[in-house]
């Protein structure tokens, strides 16, 4: 597989991890935590986007 390409998986699964972690935290009832993982997907999907652009320009 290509670098780029699992640069693009990992982003990926990183984003739906912080995803995951807002249920938990929501679960827990913890505003820091919820705050912390909507922090980590706003970062990891715009690093994702980011990342796609740079590369759709490469090509």
């Known amino acids: ?4 390409k699992v ?7 990183l984003t739906a991890f912080f995803i995951i972690l807002i249920g938990i935290a ?3 009832r913890s505003g820091l935590g ?3 993982a909507i922090l980590g997907v ?6 994702g ?3 796609k652009a740079k590369n759709r320009e490469k090509e």
């Open 42 to 47: 706003i970062v990891t999907m715009g690093v």
């Open 34 to 36: 919820i705050l912390g």
């Open 7 to 13: 640069i693009s998986l990992l982003l990926a699964f």
């Open 49 to 51: 986007f980011v990342f």
């Open 1 to 4: 597989m290509q670098k780029k």
């Open 26 to 28: 929501i679960a827990e």
